[in-house]
């Protein structure tokens, strides 16, 4: 008999791939060569105050460092939400300022993960497989939110939720 494993939640920890890390060190420094040798040579009068052209180079290096990273991250975090990676990374480059990744943010879906015991995709949100009636989190017997596998009462509607027919792997979670 197949037994269902625990729905494993997606750790954040690798979500940042080693090549957008490798980028974004190398837009930097290339930020800061930009600043401090090829700006001053192109410039005809003196150069402004040392304070500001420190602060200049690097907030500039780290907003540029800061978008490759968010491109990486946009590269891990669309295919768990069944959205096309290449399409946004794409669209994240080649639109000015940032509006690329602000509009992934904006319209990104909500996770999918895989249903423990069919593997059909399925919805953070959802309490119940669509295909198997795998439960998938704990809710509340009364008013159907969510609730937390350790918890004795809802905490929206007070519900006693020993009363539900909890399936035994989410007391196993509780616990
Ligand atoms: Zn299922
Ligand atoms: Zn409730």
């Known amino acids: 008999m197949h037994v269902p494993e625990t729905i494993s939640i997606n750790e954040d920890k690798s979500m940042i791939p080693t090549w ?3 980028t974004a060190a190398g837009a930097f420094l290339l930020i800061e060569y930009y600043f401090w040798f ?6 005809h009068s003196p150069p402004p105050p040392i304070g500001l052209r420190i602060y200049f180079s690097l907030s500039w290096g780290a907003l ?4 490759f990273l ?5 590269s891990k975090d669309a295919p768990r939400r069944a959205m096309s990676s290449r399409f946004w990374i ?3 480059l080649v ?3 940032g509006i690329g990744a602000v509009l992934y943010f904006l319209l990104r879906q909500p996770q ?3 249903c423990p015991a069919c593997a059909t995709h399925v919805q953070g949100d959802f309490h119940f497989c669509p295909q198997c009636n795998y439960q998938l989190t704990a809710s509340c017997g009364n008013c159907f939110r969510t609730v ?5 009462f809802c905490t929206r509607c007070g519900h006693e939720l020993a009363r539900d027919h909890m399936p035994a792997r989410l007391h196993v979670l509780g616990e």
């Open 95 to 97: 639109m000015p300022c």
């Open 64 to 67: 540029v460092a800061l978008y």
């Open 70 to 74: 968010m491109v990486g991250y946009v």
């Open 112 to 114: 999918v993960s895989r």
């Open 148 to 152: 937390r596998a350790s918890d004795q």
């Open 20 to 22: 957008s890390i490798a």
């Open 90 to 92: 794409i669209l994240c």
């Open 38 to 43: 090829v700006l001053p040579s192109q410039q």
